[in-house]
Every structure is written in structure tokens, then in C-alpha cells.
């Protein structure tokens, strides 16, 4: 299996700019989770989809933030308007429920640097 | 709320000798899954050894060992032979919602291998 893939790899945008951050999580994993990175704050989870559904946002910073799941293979992250503050490491990664042992597997995470 | 804490911000070890990474939690919860995740210079996150609650003995994968004290409510990482290419950050994370995947994350540890 190819592992999460997340896309693009870096971005950088201008202050005002949308940005859409996009992810293709394991074949068959039924949990999809944003994480985003800072040196402040560290990893912090944004949202989470199980079978597509959204189950918590609470994470989600605010209304700028948007995510959707239209299938099983693709979730985007969406930034509208963008600012210097979002900057950060997004990470896509998922999860197979009805194991024992449920780690997640990470993406190589999206560099997102907003001038 | 809960909470992961990883008191030591940054650790030197030589190489070949053993370290320790620490690592408390803060739960109620009687069911809770313990990870620990490494994230390489080059910024991806790999999953190295899981813990669950009740599990009786402490967890091992090659040279990594989780030293887990559930009264104490720590799970800490050891790493024996270090290696150079174990330079890292460590993250100890915690599920606290079985058969999902869904991480809390701690601050982090950087540790680096000496030669």
C-alpha cells in the first residue's frame, strides 16, 4: 500500500488567499484525521470522519477552516480566507477500527506557509 | 481536560547506550491506548510501539520498550543501542476512544544521538 498521501508537500500562499490542502488516506481505513503542527502548540487534532462522517471538529480553529470527505479515498482541508497565523504542518492520517491495536498512519504532512 | 506531558524538551544520549523518554497522562478512563511516534528531521511520523491499559506486560518492538506504571499513569519509551539515525522527536500519545485512532498528543521530545 502506498501509505496517506497528502498533497501538495509545501504550499505558499498570500495572506487573503484560499488554500485547499488534500489527502488520500489507506485503502480501507474507515478513520480519517486532520492534525496540524506549530512550535507553539504542537500536534493538535482539527477534525475527524469516520465512514466519511464527520464525528468531531471541535478542533477546527474557526469558520475559516472547512473540511469534507466526499469519499472513502479523498478528504480536503480548506483554508478561506488565509493568515500569517495558519501557517504551520498539516497532517492527514487514518485508521482501521475493528483491530485491537488502532495506530494511525500519518501522511507526509502538508508545509503551509501563509505571507 | 486531558493532558500528555513530556517534561524533558530536548535529551542527549550516546550512541550504543540506552536512554529514556518520559512520559505521564492524565485519565479517568479505565480503557486507554498508549503510543509513542518519532518524527525525523524530515518531518514524517512513524508509529513505534503501542501499550493498551490493561495489557499485563510491558510492550516491546525490537529496540524499543514501553515502560508503563498504570499507577503512576507513565508510559515511557526506552530506547537501547542508540543509534545515530534514532535522532528524533518522540511523541507520546494517548487514545483515549478505543478502536479509532483518535491521538493526544504530547509536547514532544527532541533526542539527539551522540557519536
Known amino acids: 500500500d502506498a501509505g496517506v498521501i497528502q498533497s501538495p508537500r509545501h504550499e505558499v500562499t498570500e495572506m487573503g488567499q484560499e488554500v485547499t490542502l488534500r489527502c488520500k488516506p489507506i485503502?480501507?481505513?474507515?478513520?480519517l484525521f486532520w492534525y496540524r503542527q506549530t512550535m507553539m502548540r504542537g500536534l493538535e487534532l482539527l477534525i475527524y470522519f469516520n465512514n466519511n462522517v464527520p464525528i468531531d471538529d471541535s478542533g477546527m480553529p474557526e469558520d475559516r477552516f472547512s473540511a469534507k470527505m466526499p469519499n472513502a479515498s479523498f478528504s480536503t482541508l480548506k483554508i478561506q480566507p488565509s493568515e500569517p497565523r495558519d501557517s504551520a504542518v498539516y497532517f492527514c492520517a487514518s485508521s482501521s477500527s475493528g483491530r485491537w491495536v488502532t495506530e494511525a498512519f500519518f501522511g507526509q504532512g502538508t508545509r503551509l506557509t501563509v505571507v | 481536560a486531558q493532558k500528555i506531558t513530556q517534561t524533558q524538551p530536548g535529551m542527549f544520549v550516546q550512541e550504543k547506550e540506552a536512554v529514556t523518554l518520559d512520559c505521564t497522562y492524565d485519565?479517568?478512563?479505565?480503557?486507554?491506548?498508549l503510543f509513542w511516534y518519532k518524527q525525523p528531521s524530515s518531518g514524517e511520523m512513524i508509529f513505534l510501539i503501542y501499550?493498551?491499559?490493561?495489557?499485563?506486560q510491558n510492550a516491546t518492538e525490537g529496540r524499543y520498550s514501553l515502560n508503563f506504571q498504570k499507577a503512576r499513569k507513565s508510559a515511557n519509551l526506552v530506547i537501547s543501542a542508540s543509534q545515530l539515525g534514532d535522532s528524533a522527536m518522540y511523541f507520546c500519545a494517548v487514545s483515549y476512544s478505543s478502536n479509532t485512532g483518535k491521538l493526544i498528543f504530547g509536547q514532544g521530545t527532541t533526542l539527539q544521538v551522540k557519536p
Open positions: 485519565t479517568s478512563d479505565p480503557s486507554y491506548g
Open positions: 501499550q493498551g491499559s490493561y495489557d499485563q
Open positions: 485503502s480501507g481505513h474507515d478513520y
